[in-house]
T-cell receptor, first 117, second 113 residues
Framework: GAGVSQTPSNKVTEKGKYVELRCDPI?????LYWYRQSLGQGPEFLIY????????DSGLPNDRFFAVRPEGSVSTLKIQRTERGDSAVYLC???????????????FGPGTRLTVL | DQQVKQNSPSLSVQEGRISILNCDYT??????FLWYKKYPAEGPTFLIS?????DKNEDGRFTVFLNKSAKHLSLHIVPSQPGDSAVYFC????????????FGAGTTVTVRA
């Protein structure tokens, strides 16, 4: 079956612009996670959803970052007034239910590479 | 601050030999540990995991060892194959109600023919 998909695969924008990154989870997966991977680092947690609600947004770096999942499936990560430091690969993952430990694994998409000039 | 550390950014090993990847953590609340493998332009894929109540978990060519007192875990791949060439991430989670993974910076493994 289809895995997690993310669009666009690459996004180049100018400092100060607004961007939206989309994630389509595996069909039927109720939990969805966003991570950010900067160059030379491992993925860093941003937010996760159980259904439509954000269960934990403690990883969002500041109020320029916001994510939604209005129908409990597709999610959009929104970044306002982008800064050069926002340049990274943004990874989305999903799981049948909340997972990340003995509850099961998170399935990752290929990521969106965001470059802020 | 980095709560999960992989101090070796790269590892080169000959095909057929053992690959040993190391990972250290600082958060004593972590009780579940995972290894993910990542190829270029793809997302990380789950490889193997271990609960803090165990000290070893084996799955085919892959074995993870956990030393809780030292806050250290390692991944052994034996025998190493060319298809194992990838970036390996160590990750950890804390508690049955914590679903966010904390990742190390990764180790790039190159298996030489």
């Amino acid at each position: 079956g289809a895995g997690v998909s993310q669009t666009p695969s690459n996004k180049v924008t100018e400092k100060g612009k607004y961007v939206e990154l989309r994630c389509d989870p595996i069909s039927g997966h109720t939990a969805l996670y966003w991570y950010r991977q900067s160059l030379g680092q491992g993925p860093e947690f941003l937010i996760y959803f159980q259904g439509t609600g954000a269960a934990d947004d403690s990883g969002l770096p500041n109020d320029r970052f916001f994510a939604v999942r209005p129908e409990g499936s597709v999610s959009t990560l929104k970044i306002q007034r982008t800064e050069r430091g926002d340049s990274a690969v943004y990874l989305c993952a999903s799981s049948p239910d909340l997972a990340g430990g003995p509850q099961g694994e998170q399935f990752f998409g290929p990521g969106t590479r965001l470059t802020v000039l | 601050d980095q709560q999960v550390k992989q101090n070796s950014p790269s590892l080169s090993v000959q095909e057929g030999r053992i690959s040993i990847l190391n990972c250290d953590y600082t958060n004593s609340m972590f009780d579940y540990f995972l290894w993910y493998k990542k190829y270029p332009a793809e997302g990380p894929t789950f490889l193997i995991s271990i609960s803090s109540i165990k000290d070893k978990n084996e799955d085919g060519r892959f074995t993870v060892f956990l030393n809780k007192s030292a806050k250290h875990l390692s991944l052994h791949i034996v025998p190493s194959q060319p298809g194992d060439s990838a970036v390996y991430f160590c990750a950890a989670s804390a508690g049955s109600n914590d679903y966010k993974l904390s990742f190390g910076a990764g180790t790039t493994v190159t298996v030489r023919a």
